[in-house]
């Protein structure tokens, strides 16, 4: 028998301000020690998704209206998120979000304050991080505020795994970073989930990069799931390899063929 999902999100509805529809009917699952993407444009749904599982859609005056979010088989939709994160389950925030006033590793050891009182283990949590992320010893006494981009996703990751994770929520790693840098940071997210038993949730636009290092992908348009399944056959899928991966039968084809491409997107029909 296979596992119980460590994530189950079933048919969730999400409404900002009792008014604005944004996701509608999306349905996924995360595997214990698994690596999943979640794929599509900018405005698709990924980050409301990830928000709604984590509760910090409550912060933005949004609300789960319909369906449920479970992790480790507790519904965890009608929690606050500081409980959440208790739970293990910590989003990455889009754009590298860090405190800039703070050295990189006060700005890390902020991950432990959901340990409370529970000092012992914090050291060795440390060390843990400079050893998937040994730029930032190099920086450990710098204000975040003038480490570069790559620096400050290496930060937040490694920030959120001072608190311990089961499931870590990545939204965009790679935005905004050089290619050499993205395939740096996506190949130390793997090591994390083998080494460390971290399952990983990636929203991304990189379909090429997710779907090379992820288990199983989803792809959302619109506010909904509109395709899913294992890398390797979303990879071979021919309008997977067309809308999100920039390959046809004969190769590289332009974003800007506009009527090619609603032509040919199926799933929205």
């Not at 090429?208 to 399944?229: C, H, K, P, S």
Request: charged letters at 25%; one cysteine or more.
């Amino acid at each position: 028998m296979e596992p119980a999902p460590l994530l189950k999100v079933n048919n969730i509805e999400v409404i900002y301000e009792h008014v604005i529809l944004v996701l509608k009917g999306v349905s996924l699952e995360v595997p214990p020690g698994g690596i999943v993407s979640l794929l599509g444009a900018n405005g698709a749904g990924k980050t409301t998704t990830l928000k709604a599982i984590s509760n910090l859609v409550k912060a933005e005056r949004g609300e789960v209206t319909k369906g449920t979010v479970e992790f480790e088989g507790k519904r965890i939709d009608r929690m606050y998120a500081p409980a959440v994160v208790k739970m293990g389950l910590i989003q990455i925030m889009e754009g590298r979000r860090t405190f800039e006033h703070l050295t990189v590793e006060d700005d890390l050891l902020t991950g432990a304050y959901t340990r409370g009182h529970a000092t012992k283990g914090i050291k060795e949590s440390l060390e843990m991080v400079y050893s998937y992320f040994p730029r930032l010893v190099e920086r450990k006494n710098v204000k975040t505020g003038y480490i570069s981009g790559g620096e400050m996703q290496m930060c937040a990751i490694g920030r959120a795994l001072m608190a311990k994770p089961k499931l870590m929520l990545l939204d965009e790693p790679s935005m905004g970073l050089a290619p050499l840098l993205v395939q740096e940071i996506f190949e130390i997210i793997v090591r994390l989930n083998k080494e460390e038993k971290v399952a990983m949730l990636l929203a991304e636009q990189n379909a090429a990069m997710a779907l090379q290092f992820a288990n199983y992908g989803y792809i959302m348009e619109n506010g909904r799931v509109v395709l899913d399944g294992d890398s390797e056959t979303l990879k071979d899928n021919a309008d997977v390899r067309e809308f999100y991966l920039g390959l046809t039968e004969i190769g590289k084809k332009s974003y800007r063929d506009v009527k090619h491409y609603k032509r040919r997107k199926r799933w929205l029909a």
